[in-house]
């Protein structure tokens, strides 16, 4: 029986490798082991063991973002799996694929008062595209059947009826009987030749002619051609409003991103907006979304998904533009498009005025300090909305951005960003808040443990930096605000670098950071920058920015 187990994990792991998954996130346990071994002896998938299962769930998503392929997790029985949610959540709202494995008792011990045994069949609930609950003992083939339906689910794309769907976490739990030591067997007969074809699910639209179109680009998670979207600019007259994840707002010179400077204009009214890509981070332009939701086309690839748009058109990103181009007539007004032109200017040169040490300095030098095709990866609260706050002409290079958008939180940054640096021999920066840092610092483990190269750059504004910018800041007593909301760390950096064994350096001017950017360039392993700013000092620059 034994072997048995063992020979239908291999043909499990295989048939993964057939489908084109590489990379495998373990956190030890016993219930796993089989699973575990049968990774760890192939020779076609990169394993890393990470300790703390939370750690290890965003560092497969990082890990996915990067390498375009999803990431297996394997953990044993009990809370452990608990402990993957915030990244699956993360993974199920940004629409990044993974497959979480997670070893169960036996069925029969359910709910008998076994030891580390739980209800774990659709532990996720709705935050996984599909879940699975297979007993080891079942046929072969029933097993790698589900297998393989999990593979396609998760990459977008129904094995069955041959039409995309959402992309995403898929969980798949194995019940399996104790472990002990035998020889693993190779066993398997299943067809992995099978070509999946994808349906073209785009339905012709009618755009109807209009004198002022808008174009928004939110976060893409597949690639677009820029080409395409400013030639449909061109012809719509249509401005473009790019999000600093959309991949193309800092090497792209049609679009324009300083749009929260003046979208509180209430003449500013489109006729038509066409979408692509998900919801941007300015909380202005979302609230105007959805305010013009009705007169709002989105395009895409995999339908409707965690969006209110009026209209959601499924279909691939070239063809839907080329069949705008092709139904409408050239617009000829250029007053709307010149209109934002010219506004986006103004907000151009007065940001480029600021030369003042602060937070949004912090993440221009990050931005500067990176060649193409390298990869930024920005924190949660403050970092990310950085981004909207840089004009993009002075930066002029193609970078790839990302962040965890998809829930938000703060949990979890450091481990996403370190398997982004895990999948590229490119640099790889993260910017991030001091209490974002002190949250995740337990994933610097698997840095120091993978002989991860990144550099860290840590705002750090003795915490809470974004509650101090809200009219919440002046409602609430001080030293209540303070304890409550500002929740200050308290720590000093230095010594948990020290504690890694990592480079090391404090900062507090332009000139320092750009330094230590410079010095850590070339370096090997991690480096973290300590990046000191005053909030309320900080504040007054950015409400000066405000006023314009």
Not at 115 to 135: H, S
Not at 161 to 184: A, C, Q, R
Not at 503 to 508: E, F, G, L, M, R
């Amino acid at each position: 029986m034994l072997n048995d187990t063992l020979s239908k994990c291999q043909n499990i792991v295989q048939l993964l490798y057939q489908r084109g998954c590489r990379n495998v996130s373990i956190s030890p346990g016993l219930r796993n082991t089989a699973i575990s071994l049968s990774f760890i002896n192939h020779k076609g998938f990169k394993c890393y063991s990470i300790i703390d299962e939370r750690s290890a769930g965003f560092f497969a998503l990082g890990l996915t973002l990067k390498s375009k392929t999803p990431t297996i997790l394997i953990c044993t029985s009990g809370t452990a799996l608990a402990n993957y949610f915030p990244s699956i959540i993360e993974s199920s709202q940004s629409r990044v694929p993974i497959i979480i494995i997670t070893a169960d008792r036996p069925k029969n011990l359910i709910n008998t008062g076994e030891n580390q045994t739980i209800n774990q069949t659709n532990i996720y609930g709705d935050f996984v595209r599909n879940n699975y609950n297979i007993n080891i003992k079942q046929d072969k083939n029933q097993i790698l059947k589900q297998i393989d339906n999990s593979y396609f689910i998760s990459i977008g794309e129904d094995y069955d009826n041959l039409e995309k769907s959402t992309p995403g976490p898929v969980h798949i739990n194995i019940h399996l009987d104790d472990f002990t030591n035998s020889k693993l067997k190779e066993n398997l007969n299943i067809n992995l030749d099978k070509k999946i074809q994808i349906k073209s699910s785009f339905k012709k639209m009618a755009i109807p002619n209009y004198k002022k179109y808008l174009i928004v680009i939110g976060r893409l998670n597949e690639e677009i051609d820029e080409k395409m979207i400013t030639k449909l600019s061109k012809h719509l007259k249509a401005p473009i409003f790019a999000d600093s994840l959309s991949q193309i707002r800092f090497n792209n010179n049609h679009v324009l991103s300083l749009y929260d400077h003046y979208l509180n204009d209430e003449t500013i009214v489109p006729d038509m907006i066409i979408r692509f890509g998900q919801k941007p981070v300015s909380k202005i332009l979302c609230i105007k979304l959805n305010q013009w939701k009705n007169k709002t086309i989105l395009i895409d690839e995999y339908g409707r998904f965690n969006d209110n748009c009026g209209t959601i058109v499924k279909g691939n990103y070239t063809d839907s533009i080329k069949h705008i181009i092709h139904n409408t007539k050239e617009n000829t007004n250029l007053n709307f498009y010149s209109y934002f032109q010219s506004m986006d200017k103004i907000a151009c040169d007065n940001i480029d005025t600021l030369n003042q040490w602060s937070e949004l300095i912090i993440a221009k030098l990050c931005l500067l300090s990176l060649n193409n095709n390298e990869n930024l990866f920005v924190g949660n609260s403050m970092p990310i909305r950085y981004m909207d706050m840089i004009n993009p002409k002075t930066i002029k290079k193609d970078i790839n951005i990302y962040s965890n958008r998809g829930a938000s939180g703060i949990d979890g940054l450091i481990a996403t960003s370190l398997g982004v640096a895990k999948s590229t021999k490119q640099n790889t920066l993260l910017l991030v808040g001091d209490v974002s840092f002190i949250h995740d610092q337990n994933s610097l483990l698997i840095a120091k443990h993978y002989n991860i190269n990144i550099t860290i750059v840590i705002i750090n504004n003795s915490g809470g930096g974004i509650f101090s910018l809200l009219p919440l800041s002046k409602s609430i007593k001080k030293s209540i605000f303070n304890q409550y909301w500002n929740t200050s760390p308290d720590l000093n950096l230095k010594n948990i670098a020290k504690l890694y064994e990592f480079n090391y350096s404090k900062v507090n001017s332009i000139k320092q950071l750009s330094n230590a950017l410079n010095k850590y360039k070339k370096s090997i392993g991690v480096d973290i920058i300590d990046a000191h700013v005053d909030i309320q000092e900080n504040k007054k620059i950015l409400n000066q920015i405000k006023k314009g």
